[in-house]
C-alpha cells in the first residue's frame, strides 16, 4: 500500500496565538497597494497574475517590485538578485487567507517521494479539492474560504525553502532523502 510510505504525521500547532496572528495581518493589509513580480510562466504563475489583476494589484519588473512570488518549479538558486522579498506562491496565499479572517484548514503534504498520490489520497478520502504542487496554485482558491473550508496542500521542498508564515494546521511529512534539499544546504 501506499501509505506504507508514510514515515511520520506531524501535527502543527499554530504559535502566539492571537500575536502571530496579528503581525500576518498588519503585513498583508498594505498586500494591495504593493507592486508584485512574478517569477515563472506556467500555471501557478498565471494563477497569481489573475488574481492581481482582478484585486487591482500591479504586476511590474522583479528590479521594481516590493514583494516576488515564485512558482514551485523555480529554484531558488535562479531567483533574481533583488531588495524585496521573494516568497512563493503558496506563502502568499496563505497570507492572504489569514487577512480574510476565517482561513480554511490547511492540510500540508511534503517529503521526497509520494506527495502527489497522498495529497489526492486525503482529498478523496476527506472529500475536500487538493491544491500546491499537484496542479492546483492554492492562490485560486483565496476568496473561496466558505465555499472550501479545508484544503490538501502538496508542498515542494522549493517553495518550503521560503516559507516565513506558511503554518498548516495539520503537516504530513515524509522522510527527505538526501538530494531533496539542494539549493541552499548543499550549495
Request: aromatic letters at 12%.
Amino acid at each position: 500500500m501506499k501509505i506504507l510510505f508514510l514515515y511520520t504525521v506531524l501535527l502543527s500547532i499554530k504559535q502566539d496565538g492571537n500575536l502571530f496572528m496579528h503581525s500576518i495581518l498588519n503585513y498583508n493589509t498594505a498586500m494591495s497597494k504593493k507592486r508584485i513580480a512574478v517569477l515563472g510562466q506556467g500555471i501557478t504563475a498565471n494563477s497569481v497574475k489573475k488574481y492581481c489583476e482582478k484585486n487591482q494589484i500591479e504586476c511590474v519588473d522583479p528590479a521594481d517590485a516590493d514583494l516576488v512570488i515564485s512558482s514551485p518549479g523555480i529554484h531558488p538558486k535562479e531567483y533574481p538578485e533583488v531588495q524585496c522579498p521573494i516568497i512563493s506562491e503558496l506563502e502568499w496565499a496563505y497570507q492572504l487567507f489569514q487577512e480574510s479572517g476565517n482561513p480554511p484548514t490547511l492540510i500540508a503534504v511534503t517529503g521526497t517521494n509520494g506527495k502527489s498520490t497522498v495529497t489526492a489520497m486525503i482529498s478523496h478520502m476527506l472529500d475536500i479539492p487538493y491544491a500546491g504542487n499537484i496542479g492546483i496554485p492554492l492562490i485560486d482558491f483565496v476568496g473561496l474560504e466558505h465555499e472550501f473550508p479545508t484544503i490538501v496542500v502538496e508542498v515542494s521542498s522549493y517553495q518550503s525553502e521560503s516559507f516565513d508564515t506558511f503554518t498548516p494546521d495539520v503537516g504530513v511529512f515524509f522522510e527527505y532523502y538526501p538530494g531533496s534539499f539542494i539549493s541552499t544546504w548543499n550549495a
